[in-house]
């Protein structure tokens, strides 16, 4: 490796450390780094989002345990996602790069299973960003109407799933107009959105007790202890579906991996990034949790049940009265509205990624970067359009639209799993980057994976036991149906990427111009990339 950086050094001595650690991941700068370290870690907090997000999924923790669910679940499940964000963190000190999690799979799986196991991650982690995209506009569409009913002189107002749609597109077009600005641009209005989260964390840790009238506040006893199983499951198992709560929330990390090659110091910076935003936001998270424990009161039913729409609206009310409660809940909307922009400008750097390395149907389309803004237009507008049509399922059903956000968790899940297994399971060179954690790693590792496959066999239940057509949990058909399409796309005759994908592609070369790909040029770079691969995988 040291050779191979020296070689690059000496035939291009104007290319920095970032520039020189991408090449030797076998890619050239296309970007311009302009995200500092301070920056790339407020863009992975304010991508979590604590206070929207959590606004988002509540309705998981209230029925399945109540108040102890939403102290003792987020407590309980913030160790495990942290062993998660370590063992990524490894990974993208090790690699940093855009394509992140499928460029990890190639490199440290067995060349006889590394191009499926590299598509598969590549395609769950790609219908990961875009559910993710779609959950949090829908969230923020809602968000918009609880502030309507809040307004409104009898919290009764109702909407129309063609009027939900409306406000849904309005909000990912105005996304995709944003995240198509320059990179110095998105870099800068990060010091934005995390001031706004992170003010927004602390009134509702710190005002929200204050102002709450008495006989909304709760004793330690309720807030910490009481358990109030409203969804039908043994108690035990209710409390375990809580735990989509501060996954759903805590989600997403991998977000900085993604913008790997547009940040400076990116070995360091995007690990540190991922168990930062990891760390502070399971503090900040618990904080607001029990804040809300204490002031929600002891009709639990009623909140869950309010005409607002949403349960952490209706406890605003409740505290703060109508006109308080909605200038908050304005600013809740407007940090909603931050972390779908960033969700959108995440997803469209992983999609340049896959694209670049010919993975995606139109690669030749969207492995662009636009003359003026020097971004990724295109993809931005791809990821927008397949937004849009997930949107959709609103149509079908309540559950189905809900689906997304436990696909969300689900898909990445997947995604996580494949890179993290593979560097153990088989033989490798794995070098680790600046951020590693020696010893450690390999029983992280192990509980990070043990979590994981745990919860993603959870979130295919429904909410309730007793569950017709209508109110069945979608997850497992909606991901079921993405990841089918893509295995038979991979299988197919002929067309099938079977026969031509080669894993990431290397464009040091001039041979890619991301107009004509025939499979000699094809090979030839793979032959270039497999000589530039930070990590020699031997077949077992």
Request: net charge neutral; aromatic share 14%; hydrophobic share 50%.
């Amino acid at each position: 490796m040291t050779t191979r950086a020296s070689t690059i050094s000496k035939l291009h001595p104007q290319l920095s450390a970032d520039e020189t650690t991408l090449a030797e991941l076998g890619y050239k700068q296309e970007f311009h780094r302009e995200f500092t370290p301070l920056e790339v870690a407020g863009l992975a907090f304010s991508y979590i989002g604590v206070v929207p997000s959590l606004v988002s999924v509540l309705f998981y923790a209230i029925p399945n345990g109540g108040p102890f669910a939403m102290v003792w679940g987020w407590a309980i499940a913030c160790p495990f996602i942290m062993c998660i964000g370590l063992a990524m963190a490894e990974l993208a000190s090790a690699a940093p790069t855009s394509g992140g999690l499928y460029y990890w799979t190639y490199s440290l799986a067995s060349p006889r299973c590394r191009n499926f196991l590299s598509w598969i991650v590549g395609y769950s982690n790609t219908i990961e960003i875009i559910t993710g995209v779609a959950s949090v506009n829908w969230a923020c569409a809602i968000q918009i109407t609880a502030a309507i009913s809040i307004a409104s002189s009898d919290q009764a107002y109702t909407t129309t799933n063609k009027q939900l749609y409306g406000i849904y597109a309005a909000l990912v077009l105005s996304h995709a107009v944003l995240v198509s600005f320059g990179t110095k641009v998105l870099a800068r209005l990060q010091r934005l959105y995390t001031l706004v989260n992170a003010s927004l964390c602390f009134i509702i840790i710190i005002a929200l007790p204050i102002a709450t009238p008495s006989d909304y506040r709760n004793n330690a006893s309720f807030a910490l202890g009481n358990f109030t199983n409203l969804a039908g499951w043994p108690s035990g198992f209710a409390f375990i579906l809580s735990l989509m709560s501060p996954l759903y929330t805590i989600g997403g990390f991998d977000a900085s991996v993604h913008m790997s090659e547009e940040a400076s110091n990116a070995a360091t910076a995007i690990p540190w990034a991922i168990v930062s935003s990891i760390a502070v936001t399971a503090v900040l998270g618990w904080g607001i949790n029990v804040s809300l424990a204490f002031c929600m009161g002891t009709d639990v039913g009623s909140i869950l049940s309010s005409p607002i729409g949403q349960p952490m609206a209706q406890i605003l009310y409740n505290s703060l009265g109508q006109r308080k409660a909605l200038a908050l809940w304005c600013l809740v909307i407007s940090a909603e509205y931050m972390v779908a922009s960033n969700c959108l400008l995440v997803g469209s750097r992983q999609t340049f990624a896959f694209a670049r390395d010919g993975a995606l149907p139109f690669s030749r389309y969207l492995y662009r970067i636009n003359r003026y803004t020097e971004t990724p237009v295109n993809t931005v507008w791809f990821d927008a359009i397949c937004v849009l049509a997930i949107g959709l399922l609103s149509f079908v059903s309540t559950e189905a639209i809900n689906a997304v956000f436990s696909i969300a968790v689900t898909a990445s899940y997947v995604a996580y799993i494949t890179p993290i297994t593979t560097r153990f399971a088989f033989k490798n060179n794995f070098k680790p980057g600046p951020f590693h954690l020696g010893k450690l790693s390999f029983p992280v590792a192990v509980i990070a994976v043990v979590w994981m496959v745990f919860m993603i066999t959870v979130f295919f239940f429904p909410a309730t036991p007793q569950t017709t057509t209508q109110q069945m949990n979608y997850t497992v058909v909606v991901l079921g149906g993405f990841m089918f399409l893509a295995i038979s796309w991979y299988y197919c005759p002929v067309y099938g990427g079977v026969h031509w994908f080669n894993g990431p592609i290397s464009n040091l070369t001039p041979a890619i111009r991301g107009e004509n790909r025939d499979e000699d040029s094809m090979s030839e770079k793979k032959e270039q990339r497999d000589a530039d691969l930070f990590v020699s995988a031997v077949d077992v």
